[in-house]
C-alpha cells in the first residue's frame, strides 16, 4: 500500500511537472538565462523570436548596450510571459518584432493583438521613460521550402494593420518593414532576401539606413 | 521543346541547390552571419553548440571582446567547416565544446576525434598564437525527459578520452568538465543541473570558479 502511494505520489508529481510546462525547454532555458542578466537604463533590448535570437545584434552594431532577447519560435504571450526580466531594468529602448510563429500556430488575429497590447501596457506601466519601437511581421516565401506554415499573407497583413494600430494608441513608434522586404507584385518575401542567409535579415533589417538612426 | 529544357534546367538547378545544401537553415544563417562579423585578435571565441549558441556570453562575463560563436544542433564536421571565419581574425583564446550532437546522430569515435584533430590542425596553422581550450563533453540525463539520444555513456566517455588525448598531443589546455556535471555513482548529469535550467550550465561551466581564471 505504502508502495502504491508512492507510485502514485511521484506519478501525479511527475504529471503535474509536465503539465506546469507551458513553454519549450529552449524558452525555459533562455527565459531563464535572461532573468539571471541585468539590463540597464543604458540598454537598448532586442525581444523578439528566432529572428531576434539568431543575430550577434552587439557585435554588428558593436555597442554593448545592445541586448539580444529573443527566444527561437517565440510568439506573443511567451514575450508578455518573460517581459519582467526586461522592464525590471528600465531599458532605454525596446525593440520588439512578434508574431509571426503566433500566425503559424493560428493564433487569431485578435488574440495575437491583444497580447501585443499587453506587453505595450506592462512596458509603459513598469518603465515609462522606454521608448517602445514597434515593428510589423514580415512577409514569408514558401519556395524556400520552410517556414509555410508562417505563409498567411492575409493573417500578416491584418496583424500588422492592428500593431500599426497599436502603436498610434500609445504613442510607440511604429517600423513597417514588411513592404520593404516583398517581392515585387506578390505577397512573398523577396527572393533577395532569402531565410538562408540571415546577413541580409540582419543588415537590412536592423543596420540598413532606415533604421540605424534609431540605435 | 524550349519549355521542356527550360523545366529540366529549373528542376535540375533546384535539386542541385538541394544537394548542395550539407546543414540546416539555421547552421546556413548562423554561419553566414559568423562570416560577417569579424574576430580580433583581443577576442575569446566561444564555439561549439546549442549549450554555447544559448548563451548571452559577453554579458556574463561583461567582457564585449567575447564573441558567441555556437550553432545549435553542431557537429564536429560542422565547427571545421566554418573554422575559417573565427580563425582568419587570430583571436586570442579558442574555447571549443563540440561531440554531443555527433554521439546522437550515431557518427563513429574515431570519425568525431579525427574532425576534432582537424579542427586543432587547423587552428594552428591559421593562427598558432591562438590559446585553444578544449573541453570534455558533458553527460545527459534522460529522465529529463529530452535528449535521450545523447544518452550514451561509454561513447562520451570514449569521445573525451580521445579529446583529452589530442589535448595533450598538440599541447592545448584540456578542461575536464564531465565529472563535475554528474550525479554520484551513476553516469547522469546531476539533477542538480537540469538542462531546463540553463543558468546552472551558465555558471557552473563559464564563470564557476574553475574556469573563470581561464578567461
Known amino acids: 500500500m505504502r508502495k502504491l502511494i508512492a507510485f502514485l505520489f511521484i506519478t501525479l508529481a511527475l504529471n503535474g511537472l ?20 541585468p539590463v540597464s537604463s543604458d540598454d537598448i533590448v532586442f525581444v523578439g523570436n528566432s529572428i531576434t535570437n539568431g543575430g550577434e545584434w552587439h557585435e554588428l552594431f558593436e555597442d554593448k548596450h545592445i541586448k539580444n532577447r529573443g527566444i527561437s519560435g517565440d510568439i506573443s504571450e511567451g514575450v508578455y510571459d518573460r517581459l519582467e526580466s526586461i522592464t525590471k531594468g528600465k531599458p532605454k529602448k525596446i525593440f520588439l518584432m512578434i508574431g509571426t510563429n503566433d500566425i503559424a500556430k493560428n493564433i487569431p488575429i485578435n488574440t495575437i493583438a491583444e497580447n501585443i497590447e499587453k506587453i505595450i501596457l506592462k512596458i509603459k506601466e513598469d518603465s515609462p521613460e522606454t521608448g517602445i519601437y514597434m515593428q510589423s511581421v514580415l512577409p514569408v516565401n514558401p519556395d524556400f521550402k520552410m517556414f509555410s506554415g508562417h505563409m498567411k499573407p492575409d493573417s500578416i497583413k491584418s496583424l500588422n494593420r492592428r500593431i500599426e494600430k ?4 500609445y504613442n510607440t513608434v511604429y517600423i513597417d518593414l514588411y513592404p520593404e522586404f516583398l517581392m515585387q507584385g506578390t505577397d512573398k518575401l523577396s527572393p533577395g532576401i532569402p531565410m538562408t542567409d540571415f546577413i541580409f535579415w540582419v543588415k537590412d533589417i536592423y543596420i540598413g539606413p532606415r533604421l540605424y538612426h534609431l540605435i
Chains 1, 2 share one sequence.
Do not use: D
Request: hydrophobic share 35%; charged share 20%.
Open 18 to 37: 509536465a503539465q506546469e510546462r507551458k513553454y519549450s525547454t529552449f524558452y525555459e532555458q533562455r527565459a531563464s538565462l535572461f532573468n539571471l542578466l
Open 166 to 169: 497599436l502603436s498610434h494608441t
